[in-house]
Every structure is written in C-alpha cells, then in structure tokens.
C-alpha cells in the first residue's frame, strides 16, 4: 500500500499554460510540461510521446469546436498532480448546443525531473445524453 498526502493549492502555471495551448488553438510552448516520451490516455485514447498527444489533441479540436478549460481546483501530491474542472466546448456549427463535461485529471510527474509530465490519465464527460 502507498500513501501520498496532497496539499489544494492555485493551479500552476504550467498547467494553465498547458491549457491555454488548446484554448487558443495553438499548440505551442505549453506543451513542454510533458518529457518527449511521455504518455497520455484520455478515455480510449493512448497516445505516446510528447508530439504525438500535441498533433492529436490538435485533430481532435479541429473536429469543429473550441474548448475553454477552467480548473476548478488543484490538489499537488508530489509526483502526482489531480485537477478537477469543467471544459466548455462550443461547436462550430450553431445548431449544435454548447456542452460544459466535468474533467478529471491525474498528471503523474517525471521521476526525474519533477518539472515535466511522464503519463496523463484524463477523463471528459460526458458530452452529450
């Protein structure tokens, strides 16, 4: 059995610029947070490697939205990182409704290198009913 105390504390800036990357659609320096080889798994999705989770997160926005991230709260456990929030995803097409899922994400650090992130399990939804 492991046990890990978290401390709630503001969202850091690297995971806001994360964000922000995908807000804006841009796909830029907020990606840095992950180390080159890391993983993400985001519902069914694996993805692996730092540019790998950049280039699908970006196909997969360009599916026709645009999402807005809001971190509710943080909780820091040292080599793992929760959030919980909401992402409001408003579609291109105007008869589409605006959906706002709840988020749930565990970023799980680098042993390494405390700064970078080596796997992300993250949860969205649902979307729609």
Known sequence: MNEMLFTKRET???LLAFWKEI???TFGAGFDCFADDATANLGIAEWKGR???RESLRAFIDTGFTAV?????YWDG???KVFRGF???????PNHPVVKPVMTHFFYMDEADHTRVRHWFGSVGPVQF
């Open 12 to 14: 850091p800036d690297w």
């Open 23 to 25: 807000d804006d659609k």
């Open 51 to 53: 540019e790998t989770i």
């Open 69 to 73: 991230h809001d971190v509710i709260e």
């Open 78 to 80: 040292g080599v793992l």
């Open 87 to 93: 992402v409001t995803m408003t579609p291109d097409d």
